[in-house]
């Protein structure tokens, strides 16, 4: 007999809730972070990436399936390929005609989104302005997974596919400020359990094609369990402009000299995918509220702790309490470290918020805002103070937002919790204005709070 006598194999299709960053690590002419892309041109996910991401789920156990340098890993798993409007996977070396269609060629040029860190003097950290390149929201991938086993047990196997459905399950970078949210396709994929001694299950295994192109046949599908991930809290946001909103795309036009950011996403819920151009697209970035609740949730922390710049005792700084060194902020958002004198970084933590942009379809007007500051001398506009905004007007529109916070940030301060409620409030309330031109009057909104289904803040 065999040592492994037995295959477990899963087909899984994956969709982008949210944009993906598979970063390739090089540099472009025009983004500071490409898009890893295969042989054709188009985005997919390395395997390495996707078995690093369950290993990394699966916490102490993660050896046992996944290997060590003692053990070989039970577990094989392709890379992603992307798939076409049609739902065919786009794996192998495509002719130039197909990589040409409409629908490949929103691929050729992907959305590049700009960030720009903020300090507590509301002026970009020294160093914190960049861009990367973004695979767009829709998208779709499929891989395949093999674990291999010596008896016909398949609960191991079945657990790693529910980490897939897991809504804390992210890939790529940047899953703390808004990307990298993805859900199996109708919590749906391929299965086949194979026993080597039935002539008819290896015969099926053995003239497999290895090319993800070519569909399964005489597999059973099987539903993947979604449950609530234990150890967070869910904060469901329901937020209504108040009015004029703007969040800059760091563009002009022919009618403004700043202009709201739109992004293209893609619909499958036809029988073919459509690309939903983005001049119908309105996008509100997760990295937007992330740093507007990051210097509020200092300000309420700084404020439960008596912390304030008046009071501050001999040698300390308002630094010291604001950003990364801020105990609440840190404890949420995460730190990207110090660098030591040895050139090393220390302290370093991850962010324990989840949150994903908003990217919806909606007909909104527009309104074209014109600005000028006068001297108050001449009575004439001051040189270089005379521009225009096109803001959004989305009074009435109702915007839905997910938060989930690891309960470790919570654990052993409960002024933390407090202090993070307190800036959603803010947010829920006008209080806390997002997007450009927030002391113009852009940006505010009105909503309520949901912890965990129950509501805290707000009338339904």
Same mark, same amino acid.
């Given at each position: ?52 991401? %369950? ?7 993660? $050896?046992? %399936?996944?290997?060590?340098?003692? #053990?070989?890993? &039970? ?5 992603? !390929? ?7 996977v786009l794996d192998g070396i495509l002719p130039q005609a197909q ?17 720009? !860190? ?46 897939? *459905? ?28 194979? +026993?080597? =001694? ?16 070519? @569909?399964?046949?005489?597999? @059973? ?5 979604k449950k609530n991930e234990e150890g967070w809290t869910t904060y ?36 073919? *995918?459509?690309?939903? +151009? ?6 509100? &970035? ?22 304030? /710049?008046?009071?501050? *005792? ?13 105990? *609440? ?5 995460? =730190? @990207? ?24 379809? /909606? ?30 007007? /989305? ?7 997910? %938060? #989930?916070?690891?309960? @470790?940030?919570?654990?052993?301060? $409960?002024?933390?919790?407090? /202090? ?13 204005? %997002? ?26």
């Open positions: 007999m065999m040592k492994n006598q037995y295959r477990f194999l899963a087909r899984v299709i994956i969709e982008a809730k949210s944009p993906l960053n598979i970063g390739s690590g090089n540099r472009g002419i025009k983004s500071d972070s490409l898009v890893l892309r295969d042989v054709n041109g188009l985005p997919f996910i390395p395997g390495t990436t996707l078995a690093g991401l %369950l290993r990394h789920a699966l916490g102490k156990d993660n $050896d046992r %399936l996944m290997g060590s340098q003692q #053990m070989g890993s &039970p577990l094989i798993i392709t890379e992603a !390929k992307m798939l076409n409007c049609d739902g065919t990589l040409n269609s409409p629908f490949l060629a929103h691929f050729r040029h992907l959305p590049i989104r700009q960030h720009a !860190k903020i300090g507590h003097r509301g002026s970009t950290v020294n160093g914190g302005k960049f861009d990367e390149e973004i695979v767009l929201k829709g998208a779709r991938f499929c891989f395949e997974m093999e674990m291999l086993s010596a008896t016909d047990d398949d609960t191991d196997f079945k657990c790693l596919l529910n980490i897939l *459905a897991s809504p804390t399950f992210r890939i790529g970078s940047g899953s703390r400020s808004g990307f990298g949210e993805v859900e199996v396709v109708d919590e749906l994929c391929r299965y086949k359990k194979i +026993d080597f =001694s039935v002539a008819a299950q290896r015969n099926w295994y053995l003239q497999k094609s290895s090319s993800l192109s070519e @569909e399964w046949k005489d597999a @059973e599908t099987i539903e993947l369990d469901d946001l329901q937020l209504s402009p108040v009015d004029f909103m703007l969040f800059g795309s760091g563009l002009g036009n022919d009618k403004a000299d700043m202009t709201f950011v739109r992004e293209t996403f893609i619909d499958w819920s036809g029988d073919f *995918a459509q690309v939903r +151009d983005h001049e119908s697209v309105v996008l509100i &970035p997760a990295s937007s509220v992330k740093g507007a609740l990051s210097h509020r949730l200092a300000f309420h922390y700084n404020k439960l702790t008596k912390k304030f /710049a008046d009071t501050l *005792a001999d040698g300390e700084s308002i630094t010291d309490y604001t950003g990364k060194n801020n105990a *609440a902020v840190k404890a949420i958002f995460g =730190s @990207e470290g110090d660098k030591g004198q040895d050139g090393k970084v220390q302290n370093k933590q991850r962010g324990r918020v989840l949150m994903s942009d908003i990217i919806e379809e /909606a007909s909104f007007s527009t309104k074209v805002l014109n600005h000028v500051s006068i001297d108050r001398f001449t009575g004439g506009a001051i040189d270089g103070a005379l521009f225009d905004e096109e803001t959004l007007y /989305a009074k009435g529109y109702s915007f839905g937002m997910k %938060l #989930m916070v690891d309960n @470790e940030a919570f654990i052993g301060n $409960d002024l933390v919790k407090t /202090a993070f409620e307190d800036a959603l409030k803010d947010l829920c309330s006008g209080m806390l204005p %997002l997007g450009g031109g927030v002391n113009r009057g852009n940006g505010c909104f009105e909503g309520t709070i949901k912890r965990n289904g129950e509501l805290i803040y707000g009338n339904n």
